[in-house]
């Protein structure tokens, strides 16, 4: 495929569809960036900008087509010390310098850390973000009017329903249209987008942070922006593999991360506060119809002309509406079958997703969430490689050799097998250690050959260690401590 062919494809080879899902996205983002903003101590007008800026950029520098990137609270919730101490030019100042991190996490290829994330957390992920999608709809349901019950159940109708008749406007948009109709048009008492905050009446300004540019100040904002950075990488590599595999197709995940670092740098500079991709939005936009870069360039587009020439409209759009749409996408987005797959999976599985599902909705922290999810999955691979290694022992016929055959993988959680396994009072008085069918990954297995026979040797025997293949062998004789070294299937005599 050519690279204009390429470029037409992730631009315009589905507008009418992509202007569609757009328009739905930056309706639902309104009331979520104000909400972001607030929770960060800042004025709406930050929130806002920042899902102007980010999803602009991000549709062109982004590797991920169809995903949307804006203000989150993610990364919101890192910054609240940083604001609450210091202002929130400091906040700019941080938003700039988490995007250079992000730039040089790209340069790094830390994208390539991903392939560590197993699947268990990433639907851990998923169900855990979903939990949350739902429990933030909840202060608009606690304390209001009945009539606001009424249209949220309207407009759940209307985005279920409505696709059974026809699918040409995506239902969530047409829920959105009908609903503030009638709630403008009858003026009924529910919450609105105005009630939020106040919407921006201009475009964003170009303006470096004003803050002193001095180490002190780095100092200050450096553990924000790092934890920013990784949060907000995190949270839009996950978001890109769902988005991914919701598409059936691939994505550019250096790209990606390189292309979160310019929109967050740029979004600096224009008076936001920092974004990554939102799994919410992102779902929003895919089950609408949007594929390409387009949707999210007309997401965030949309967003600003809606808050600047459309502002006193768009106040009054139905929070119930919206509502609906995020219970929609809550729904959407939870993984159902992993309820059922979790007495059919390994309960190792199980355990990790659930683990992931807990720790996030219970801090409200991705990261936590993700990392104690990667940290189970590591140890329960660790200790199912283990089991899988073993030892054999017999004596010769004329009882003076005894013969260890290890087979299986030695490393750090497996060594204690080997040694549990040496008679070092036995009679015989010479030891073969076969290990022609195991592989030694690390300097504890390499600590662990040294450490068995130098007490054989304490204990008078000849010991001799065949089969080493060439991998162990060179990790044997490079950390070892034997004299001799290590051919591919060379021996050591004591």
């Known amino acids: 495929m050519s690279p204009t062919t390429s470029y037409l494809r992730h631009w315009f080879s589905n507008p009418r569809n992509d202007i569609l899902a757009g328009l739905v ?34 549709a062109f520098t982004g590797g991920r087509p169809g995903m949307i990137s804006a203000a989150t609270a993610a990364v919101a919730v890192v910054v609240i010390p940083l604001v609450r101490d210091h202002g929130v030019e400091y906040l700019f100042a941080a938003t700039l310098l988490m995007g250079i991190f992000q730039i040089i996490a790209a340069l790094l290829r830390l994208d390539l850390l991903m392939r560590f994330v197993s699947r268990s957390v990433v639907t851990g992920f998923v169900n855990a973000l979903a939990i949350l999608i739902f429990v933030a709809q909840i202060p608009q349901l606690v304390g209001v009017t009945p009539m606001t019950y009424a249209l949220v159940a309207a407009g759940l109708a209307i985005i279920y329903l409505l696709p059974r008749l026809t699918t040409a406007i995506p239902s969530p948009l047409i829920a959105i249209i009908v609903l503030s109709a009638v709630s403008i048009g009858f003026g009924l008492d529910v919450n609105t987008v105005g009630q939020m ?19 002190e ?28 595999d919701m598409t059936d197709s ?47 360039l007309v997401a965030g587009v949309s967003l600003m002309i809606m808050c600047v020439l459309l502002g006193p409209l768009v106040a009054k759009v139905p929070m119930p509406a919206l509502v ?53 999955s590591g140890i329960f691979f660790a200790y199912k490689v283990r089991r899988l290694m073993s030892t054999e022992t017999f004596v010769s016929a004329d009882g003076q050799t005894r013969t260890y055959l ?15 396994e040496i008679l070092y009072d036995d009679d015989a008085p010479n030891v073969r250690i076969d290990v022609t069918h195991a592989h030694f990954w690390d300097i504890s297995a390499t600590g662990i050959l040294d450490k ?32 001799e070294p290590f051919t591919t299937l060379g021996t050591v005599g004591h």
């Open 25 to 58: 996205v930056a309706l639902a983002l309104i009331p979520e960036a104000i909400g972001f903003a607030l929770i960060a101590g800042v004025d709406p007008s930050v929130g806002l900008y920042a899902s102007f800026t980010i999803a602009t950029i991000i």
């Open 197 to 215: 905050g106040t919407l921006p009446s201009s475009l964003p300004s170009f303006a470096l942070p004003d803050v002193p540019l001095t180490w």
């Open 217 to 244: 100040t780095i100092a200050i904002i450096a553990p924000y922006s790092l934890t920013m950075a990784a949060v907000g990488l995190l949270e839009s590599l996950l978001t890109a593999q769902i988005v991914d």
């Open 250 to 296: 691939g994505s550019d995940k250096k790209r990606e991360v390189s292309g979160q670092g310019i929109a967050n740098f740029v979004t600096g500079l224009f008076g936001g506060m920092g974004g990554c991709a939102m799994i919410g939005q992102s779902v929003i936009n895919v089950k609408s119809g949007g594929r390409t870069r387009l949707s999210t």
């Open 324 to 376: 609906a749409v995020m219970i929609m996408v809550s729904i959407g987005t939870f993984a159902w079958n992993s309820i059922r797959n979790i007495t059919h999976h390994p309960w190792p599985s199980s355990v990790v997703m659930l683990a992931t599902v807990f720790v996030v909705v219970w801090t409200h922290d991705l990261a936590q969430g993700v990392l104690v999810g990667v940290l189970l």
């Open 406 to 420: 290890v087979r299986g993988e030695v490393f750090f959680a497996s060594v204690d097998r080997v040694e549990r």
């Open 452 to 483: 068995v026979v130098a007490r054989l040797d304490r204990n008078g025997k000849t010991v001799e260690v065949v089969g080493l293949n060439q991998a162990s062998a060179t990790l044997v004789d490079r950390f070892g401590e034997f004299e």
